[in-house]
């Protein structure tokens, strides 16, 4: 009995627990469905954002591994852009022909120039090139580390751009490996798939990154549940207690800069085989600030809203803001002249006249230009307003834990499952020979009492 009732919180908790779980995984399978047609609806209704939605989700893919470095192990990182240059340029060196290294047709490295082993070595170099970065930083903390990582990201573009003879400067390099499956290369058409010859447009492209960022929420998740993911959060909340505690804050942290970096260079290889060229401007420290940016947004520790917040700076500069700009336009022609007024200020001689044209000042608009301006607005009001951003991670939504809660509630279940398991305590031996001496108050009962052996602390007689 007490076996059957001890296990009944265990059961409870399990069912908890898997209603929790599915309660995160049903919102997650919607999205993924939803992407995964999106390429039919964007044919059906004639958007033709399909190849603007491939950066985006480059960006995206970006936003995840720079939330490892500052939203899981809380390193301030402003040089990000250098991995994603690393991955690009080492994918570049072993693929285009334009590379300064060469393999004959007959060589054992000739391998090397497949565009998914140059993918897979851009992954590699950018991690190593993160624990370059970090070996030097184990120390430095705050507004310092954020400082040198700003460094290195100034001087690998800077590099890149001096080392002429091999990165060819501003000029860029192009071009450059295609991926391909079934003997289709991606992004020329038609191409012949199973003897027969489709075009297939950005769609290759479109899947190969709905598997890699599929791959990315995996693997990241993984490691956020992992014991390397739990020793991040405790070196983000507290270094000196962390190591205390006896964890290694040298490995922790370039583990953490060298699987940012690795994610980074991932989409850096898919980068430059898409566009066909790069060159040292693509990476500035712009491109830094806008997905550091994007984490904020969305919420630093959570995965999810990293994406979100990915999904929306990178749409709105992508899309929305020159779609935007045209609808705004058209609005203004509609307008017209409804829309002016003139107003007579009273002074000076003759009168100052004030003319306004709604119309025309949104014939005038043009957010693609100005969405700095609206990026640096949207995160003074999120910082004003919600901090923590979009969807922020759970330590973050609920705050700072309250241990004495969490003790006083830690308390009472086990008092409860203790009392749910414990059977009734036997009589003593002074509870038995009173009661059956009779009832209280009378003769027998006293002398039962007189007799009974004095009590020892300690002991209870039975």
């Not at 999810?304 to 705004?328: H, K, P, Q, T």
Request: aromatic share 12%.
């Amino acid at each position: 009995m007490a076996a059957v009732t001890a296990s009944a919180p265990a059961a409870a908790r399990r069912a908890a627990h898997e209603r929790a779980d599915w309660g995160r995984i049903w919102p997650f399978l919607v999205v993924l469905g939803l992407v995964l047609v999106y390429p039919w609806v964007d044919t059906a209704l004639h958007w033709q954002t399909i190849r603007a939605v491939i950066p985006i989700m480059l960006f995206v893919l970006l936003a995840m591994g720079l939330n490892i470095v500052v939203g899981y192990a809380g390193l301030l990182d402003l040089g990000y852009a250098a991995f994603f240059a690393i991955g690009a340029y080492t994918t570049a060196f072993l693929t285009s022909p334009a590379s300064p290294i060469k393999f004959a047709a007959g060589s054992p490295w000739a391998f090397l120039q497949d565009f998914w082993v140059a993918m897979l070595l851009g992954v590699v170099v950018a991690a190593l090139f993160g624990i370059v970065l970090g070996a030097p930083t184990l120390r430095l903390r705050g507004d310092y580390l954020a400082i040198v990582t700003l460094g290195f990201g100034e001087i690998v573009p800077r590099v890149v751009l001096n080392l002429e003879q091999w990165t060819h400067g501003s000029k860029g390099m192009n071009p450059i490996g295609r991926p391909h499956l079934f003997g289709c290369q991606f992004g020329l058409d038609p191409c012949t798939v199973f003897g027969q010859k489709l075009t297939l447009g950005a769609l290759p492209w479109y899947f190969l990154l709905v598997t890699v960022g599929l791959f990315s929420v995996f693997a990241i998740t993984r490691l956020r549940n992992s014991r390397l993911g739990r020793a991040w959060a405790a070196i983000r909340d507290d270094e000196t207690a962390a190591v205390s505690m006896g964890i290694n804050p040298v490995t922790t942290k370039l583990l953490a800069f060298a699987l940012g970096a690795s994610f980074s260079g991932f989409a850096g290889a898919i980068y430059a085989a898409y566009l066909q060229f790069i060159d040292p401007g693509q990476f500035d420290f712009s491109i830094s600030v806008l997905v550091l940016c994007m984490v904020i947004l969305g919420g630093t520790g959570n995965i999810f809203g990293v994406m979100l917040g990915g999904l929306l700076i990178a749409s709105f500069d992508r899309i929305f803001a020159e779609r935007l700009s045209g609808w705004l336009h058209q609005l203004g022609a509609v307008v017209g002249p409804l829309g002016s007024f003139s107003y007579k200020t009273g002074l000076g001689s003759p009168p100052l006249t004030v003319a306004f044209s709604l119309g025309g000042w949104l014939r005038t608009v043009d957010l693609l230009n100005a969405r700095l301006f609206i990026f640096g607005l949207s995160l003074v009001l999120l910082m004003v307003l919600r901090p923590q951003g979009i969807l922020p991670a759970r330590r973050r939504r609920f705050g700072a834990l309250d241990y004495e809660a969490a003790a006083e509630k830690a308390e009472a279940i086990e008092q409860a499952l203790e009392e749910s398991t414990t059977e009734p305590a036997e009589p003593t031996y002074l509870q038995t020979q009173t009661a059956e001496a009779g009832p209280p108050g009378t003769p027998a009962r006293e002398t039962a009492q007189a007799q009974a052996p004095p009590a020892v602390p300690g002991t209870d007689l039975k």
